[in-house]
């Protein structure tokens, strides 16, 4: 007789709180997680000002053992730099206050240490923000993709402050959150030619998040606070939606592979979900699905949708059409194992004008 032997098990972020000034709320959401009394923050010198350094003093007033590292990138040294700091100060939880890489930096520094992890953004600029991955482009580490961590604990992400960063990080938010559309396409083509574990919820999810953002243009076009609050949702959700597919597939596809091949081939590349929301109006056309729509969509919100308006090079664009089906092999997509040729990635870019 076959035996049932199926697990699935989900690490979902506990308290998601959002909204303007819920950054005064950092000291309640402590409490409430019963994460215990000592704690490290990871921030920026920049972020510090922002939003590291008031937390620092709410967490300080209400009783708490507060530590504080400013990490300025994200590789294998400073990682460890934090881990020791925390180690000294017997942190039993951390918070990561800033952009993605403090973020990230948090998150794989407390996933090591076997800490609860605290996530407040300061900007809105890719899905890293819940997810239980993070991007670490340090080889000793292994992958310049992204790395399996822990969902964090909770997420504070105050619109007040986002919407006082740039409208970039925001626009490009939204990018990341449209790659969701062909990261499903690429799931399911993975999940029937060659058997890809597949969760239908966390596609639905991803999908459905994606909606969010089409659906919301007008809206998102104000560029007002409000913008913020729908982006900071739908990234939320994203991110829970890779919780529960137990891997960054509902989120990060074809597209995704063409921004990390992009990544290591431009001196400087753009940001993250800028190129992803160019990288997924070329796969939906490889798709046959309403690229132009993305398209429209991008340019309404401000995001870029051409190699010009990415500042990168047109020959760097070929390039990463035809090598990213070597990053991350084992994620089955739409580029299979041998990728584009020269002539066709040079045809796609041109039809769906990110080269002119
Ligand atoms: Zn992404």
Redesign the pocket.
């Known amino acids: 007789m076959e035996t049932f032997d199926k697990v699935k098990w989900m690490h979902l972020p506990r308290d998601v709180l959002i909204g303007h000034g819920v950054l005064e709320k950092i000291d309640m959401v402590c409490k409430h997680l019963e994460v215990g009394k000592r704690a490290l923050i990871v921030t920026g010198t920049h972020t510090r000002k922002i939003a590291g350094g008031r937390v620092l003093e709410i967490l300080s007033d209400a009783g708490y053992e507060i530590n504080l590292i400013e990490v300025s990138s994200i590789n294998g040294e400073k990682i460890e730099g934090v881990k020791k700091m925390a180690a000294e100060g017997k942190a039993e939880f951390m918070l990561g206050v800033g952009g993605g890489r403090i973020i990230d930096t948090g998150k794989i520094a407390s996933f090591e240490l076997g800490i609860p992890f605290i996530s407040v953004p300061t900007i809105a600029s890719?899905?890293?923000i819940a997810s239980p991955r993070a991007s670490i482009k340090d080889k000793d580490r292994g992958s310049p993709v992204s790395i399996e961590t822990h969902a964090p604990l909770a997420v504070v992400a105050d619109t007040e402050i986002i919407f006082s960063a740039p409208y970039r990080f925001t626009a490009a938010g939204c990018g990341?959150i449209l790659?969701n559309y062909t990261a499903v396409r690429d799931w399911q083509l993975a999940h029937h030619l060659r058997n890809a574990a597949f969760s239908s919820y966390a596609a639905a999810l991803s999908e459905m998040t994606a909606n969010m953002i089409m659906e919301n243009v007008k809206e998102l076009r104000k560029k007002d606070e409000n913008s913020v609050w729908t982006v900071v949702k739908a990234l939320v959700s994203s991110g829970v939606a890779m919780s529960i597919a137990g891997s960054s597939a509902s989120?990060?596809g074809s597209e995704?592979k063409f921004s990390h091949a992009l990544d290591m081939i431009v001196e400087k590349p753009a940001l993250?979900?800028e190129q992803?929301g160019v990288g997924t109006i070329m796969m939906s056309y490889l798709y046959g699905e309403n690229w132009q729509r993305i398209r429209e969509v991008l340019k309404e919100i401000g995001a870029p949708t051409t190699a010009k308006e990415l500042g990168i090079k047109d020959e760097c664009i070929i390039e990463a059409l035809t090598s990213a089906h070597k990053i991350n092999p084992q994620r089955y997509t739409i580029l299979g194992d041998s990728g584009l040729t020269y002539e066709a990635a040079e045809r796609l870019a041109i039809v769906t004008h990110v080269l002119d």
């Open positions: 890719h899905d890293g990341d790659a989120a990060s995704h993250h979900g992803c």
